[in-house]
């Protein structure tokens, strides 16, 4: 069964509202990486955080691993139209840098 | 630069039949990954092969079989199709195999079985 569990799954906001999906392992793991990807297309990479507590930002997005590196969330601020999509997170949950997938959160901005 | 080529985009098979899906990594990269994808969820994982070697194997059946050719190109086949293997398959590519491994995923192939 799915080892990596992404909360909401769905998630409806208004434009400019903030918006947060949390990844959560039952097993430590080596790294994590974040996926978006648009209706109808494929994932499109985002970002990989490797260390404990480690934080990262791009633009409006931040991420965050958690001390234990068995969490991560995505933050987005002030969220617009082409925020829409599901975000998932993916996990190396047996050190085998082959990623595991979260069920992943559809974001829908509502304009 | 090219992207991660998959064919065809789409394809309709009928149950017991076998398909083959094809994959070109973005130049340079000599790792390929293929996931399926049912509607409503993650890519799962099922193959990943470096440097025409097998790294990795997800928990699909036998049926499911890969390869990876000297130019880092990749096949997936599945053989005796089901219903149930309709579905988005994915191929991404990587540089290496390592932690470092930020993956491109290509556009996908539409697999219906009727």
């Known amino acids: 069964g799915q080892q990596v569990m992404q909360i909401p799954q769905y998630q409806h906001v208004q434009e400019g509202e903030d918006f947060t999906t949390y990844c959560n392992s039952s097993?430590?793991?080596?790294?994590i990486q974040w996926y978006k990807q648009r209706p109808g297309g494929h994932p499109v990479f985002l970002i990989q955080?490797?260390?404990?507590?480690e934080v990262k930002k791009q633009k409006r997005l931040t991420f965050q691993f958690g001390e234990a590196k068995k969490n991560s969330s995505l933050h987005i601020t002030a969220t617009q139209t082409t925020d829409v999509g599901t975000y998932f997170c993916?996990?190396?949950?047996?050190?085998?840098?082959?990623?595991?997938f979260g069920r992943g959160t559809s974001l829908i901005v509502h304009p | 630069d090219a992207g991660v080529t998959q064919s065809p985009t789409h394809l309709i098979k009928t149950r017991g039949q076998h398909v083959t899906l094809r994959c070109s990594p973005i130049?340079?990269?000599?790792?390929v990954s293929w996931y399926q994808q049912v509607l409503g969820q993650g890519p799962q994982f099922i193959f990943q092969?470096?440097?025409?070697?097998?790294?990795g194997r997800g928990n699909f059946p036998d049926r499911f079989s890969a390869r990876q050719f000297p130019n880092y190109s990749s096949e997936l086949n599945v053989n005796a199709l089901l219903l149930g293997d309709s579905a988005l398959y994915l191929c991404?590519?990587?540089?290496?195999?390592?932690?470092?491994?930020?993956?491109?995923f290509g556009p996908g192939t539409r697999l219906t079985v009727l």
């Open positions: 130049s340079g990269h000599k790792s």
């Open positions: 993916a996990g190396d949950v047996g050190g085998s840098y082959i990623p595991t």
């Open positions: 955080l490797v260390k404990s507590g």
């Open positions: 991404a590519s990587s540089l290496t195999s390592g932690t470092s491994n930020e993956q491109f």
């Open positions: 092969y470096y440097e025409k070697e097998e790294r």
């Open positions: 097993t430590t793991l080596s790294n």
